[in-house]
C-alpha cells in the first residue's frame, strides 16, 4: 500500500519569499512545488530537501540533480524552472519537447503565468530527480 502523499509547508524562508510576488507568480510557484512533491513521491524518493539556493526555492535527493523555481521581476510573465546548467536535462527537454517550453539556455525552462503548466513538465521533474540514475543513457532513457 502506497503512503498517502501529504504536502508540507513550505519553511519559513521560501513562504517569506513567495509572499513578496504578484498573486498569479505564487500560485504558479505553489503548484510547481506540489508538482515536484507529487512526482518524488511517485517515484518513492524519500530524501527530498527542499530549502533556498541563491534566493531560490531548490529541491534537491540523491538520486537527482537539484532543481530550482522563481519568479523573477525581470521576466513577469514567466515562472522557472531551473536545472544545473552542465547536466544533460535542457538540452533532453529541447529533443524531446522542442517548442512545448520556452527555454532559458541550458538552465531553465520558462512557463508562462498566464497559461496552464504543460503535463510534459512531469517528466522533466522526474528525470531531474533521477538524474544520477540516468545520466548515462541516451536522452536519459526517455
Known sequence: ?????????PPLEIQLKL???PAAARKMLLALRAQ???C????TI???VESQKWGEAAYSCKSGSTLRIDYKASNPDYCAVYFHCQSKLVATFKALYGDTFKYEGKRAILLPIAHAIPEQLNHCIRLALQYHQVKHLPLLGA
Open 40 to 43: 518524488a513521491h511517485n517515484l
Open 36 to 38: 515536484i512533491f507529487t
Open 19 to 21: 509572499d513578496t510576488y
Open 1 to 9: 500500500m502506497t503512503a498517502k502523499l501529504v504536502i508540507p509547508a
Open 46 to 48: 524519500t530524501d527530498l
